[in-house]
């Protein structure tokens, strides 16, 4: 039985620090990927014209953002499939 909890708690453990680094990657590049862009077109695809710049940064922030929650969408998605699987695989050990 210990041993069954310890794998549990390791597994528990790989997916909170897995959802981690998802959760860090994206909040950087939420952080850089906007303001570079915005600096980045404003200088070499705007010529200096700051209202499209900004645009160019807000389109940024926002894929950044949709790219998150389809990650965090598949993610679930994924979660949902391996619970329905052992709940099977426990009925089918039950009959």
Excluded: H
């Excluded at 210990?2 to 453990?13: F, G, H, K, L, N």
């Excluded at 959760?23 to 695809?45: D, G, Q, R, W």
């Excluded at 200096?48 to 894929?63: P, V």
């Excluded at 949902?80 to 050990?93: G, H, N, R």
Aim: proline share 1%; with cysteine.
């Amino acid at each position: 039985m210990s041993d069954q909890v310890a794998a549990a708690t390791t597994s528990e453990q790989a997916a909170s620090r897995a959802a981690l680094m998802k959760l860090l990657f994206f909040a950087a590049t939420l952080a850089i990927l906007p303001i570079s862009s915005y600096f980045f077109t404003e200088k070499y695809v705007w010529s200096g014209n700051s209202n499209y710049a900004a645009i160019t940064a807000i389109c940024a922030a926002n894929i950044v953002l949709i790219a998150y929650i389809v990650v965090s969408l598949m993610e679930d998605k994924q979660s949902f499939k391996v619970a329905e699987e052992k709940k099977l695989s426990e009925t089918k050990k039950e009959r």
